[in-house]
């Protein structure tokens, strides 16, 4: 039987596609970006908080090559970007899912023109990469405090130790 493929999967965005996209969606558009290799708690309670902040969401993952540039470890990250784009899209708080291979996001952040530019407590707004433009055409940057304390880096090591 051949069943239909999931309806998340509409959410995908390749990055050519970004403004367009991005460009249909209600405002405000909240943007975010990282790896979020292993999908935890703190990841969804972040992500949900994020999206509350407007009437969309995009949300804009590294690279698995972005990634191992971050200096995460050898092995990240652990799940392949198609991987985590589909995981992210699977969320009800995101509306899109694009990628970058940069080192930054901010071409991403430049077609998306975004209302609301958020990243996690561990970012002081000042220091988010695509602050000054998103101020500069009148939006809000936001950095939300980590309201639960988890990290994908500390999971990995957990189950490392309990395999050994």
């Known amino acids: 039987m051949n069943y239909p493929r999931p309806a998340f999967e509409a959410k995908l965005c390749p990055p050519d596609q970004l403004a367009e996209r991005c460009a249909a969606l209600p405002r405000a558009l909240v943007f975010t970006n990282g790896c979020f290799d292993i999908l935890h708690r703190g990841h969804v309670t972040y992500l949900a908080q994020a999206r509350a902040l407007g009437a969309a969401m995009v949300v804009a993952l590294n690279t698995d090559a972005s990634v191992k540039r971050l200096g995460k470890g050898e ?4 799940n392949t970007l198609e991987d985590r784009m589909h995981v992210m899209a699977a969320l009800q708080s995101v509306d899109l899912v694009t990628w970058f291979d940069e080192d ?3 071409e991403r952040i430049l077609a998306a023109r975004p ?3 958020v ?5 002081a707004p000042d ?3 695509g602050a000054a433009e998103v101020r500069a055409w009148g939006g809000q940057v936001h ?3 980590f309201e ?3 990290s994908t880096t500390s999971l990995i090591a957990r189950i490392r130790a309990h395999t050994r």
Do not use: Y
């Not at 990243?119 to 970012?123: H, L, R, V, Y």
């Open 75 to 78: 092995d990240r990250p652990m």
């Open 104 to 106: 930054t996001p901010i």
């Open 115 to 117: 209302d609301i530019l």
């Open 119 to 123: 990243k996690g407590g561990d970012w």
């Open 127 to 129: 220091a988010i990469v």
């Open 143 to 145: 950095s939300i405090p």
């Open 148 to 150: 639960v304390e988890r």
